[in-house]
């Protein structure tokens, strides 16, 4: 298997919801990340996941909230967004934090409305 | 931070045609990957380059690392229209341990 796997594709909530995004791979990758994409700009990294730990989180606010259950599976819990988040939340995962090349997952299209 | 530059910012090609972008970096690399995203599509690995003055070639790409391990470069020979997306280059971000895309390159191909 050499897929990421992103549930759900699309998702629309309101600025009082709490959902999550969901991220699998079973490729034995140690490291996953969570990055947003705004139309017709490049991936900007949120958070970094090393062998199951939070290593890296980009400042970002505490309305995004991550989580890596196990080494297979990482989220993304959400709570009270604003219509700015709206966005293509992409899952990527590699071997390790260091010189691999990232298999990122199809995204989530979230609109916040 | 860290940061890459990449240029130009869109191109547009009719098929057969030439494509180059252009990736720097103020800091030397330790290495740089490069990525396609198809429109509507997610970011897809193409190939990381490690090494001074490397050269790769994957069909009808041919990627490059400056020597000085500052710059690097995507060629398409004879685009297609298959080609078209956004190339992304990323390299290490400060500190290590993270990957950080540059503004990419919007390539539309006419047929």
């Known amino acids: 298997d050499t897929e990421v796997t992103q549930t759900p594709k699309h998702l629309v909530m309101g600025m009082t919801n709490k959902k999550s995004l969901k991220c699998e791979q079973h490729?034995?990758?140690?490291?996953m990340y969570w990055y947003k994409q705004k139309a017709k700009k490049p991936p900007e990294l949120m958070f970094v996941?090393?062998?199951?730990?939070?290593?890296i989180n980009e400042s970002v606010p505490s309305r995004f909230s991550p989580e890596c259950p196990n080494s297979s599976l990482l989220n993304l819990h959400l709570h009270a967004l604003q219509p700015e988040d709206s966005a293509l939340y992409l899952c990527?995962?590699?071997?390790?934090?260091?010189?691999?090349?990232?298999?990122f997952g199809s995204g989530t299209r979230l609109t916040v409305v | 931070g860290q940061q890459v530059m990449q240029i130009p910012q869109y191109q547009h090609v009719q098929e057969g045609e030439d494509f180059t972008t252009y990736c720097n970096s103020s800091?030397?690399?330790?290495?740089i990957q490069w990525y396609k995203q198809r429109p509507g599509g997610h970011p897809v690995f193409l190939i990381q380059?490690?090494?001074?003055?490397e050269v790769k070639k994957q069909k009808r790409l041919t990627f490059q690392f400056g020597e000085a391990k500052k710059n690097s470069s995507l060629h398409i020979t004879a685009t297609q229209t298959t080609d078209v997306g956004t190339y992304f280059c990323?390299?290490?971000?400060?500190?290590?341990?993270?990957?950080?895309f540059g503004a990419g390159t919007r390539l539309f191909v006419k047929a």
């Open positions: 490729m034995g990758h140690r490291a």
């Open positions: 800091t030397t690399l330790s290495n």
């Open positions: 380059l490690v090494k001074s003055g």
């Open positions: 996941y090393s062998y199951e730990k939070l290593s």
């Open positions: 990527a995962s590699s071997q390790n934090t260091g010189y691999s090349g990232y298999t």
């Open positions: 990323a390299g290490p971000g400060t500190g290590g341990f993270k990957t950080i």
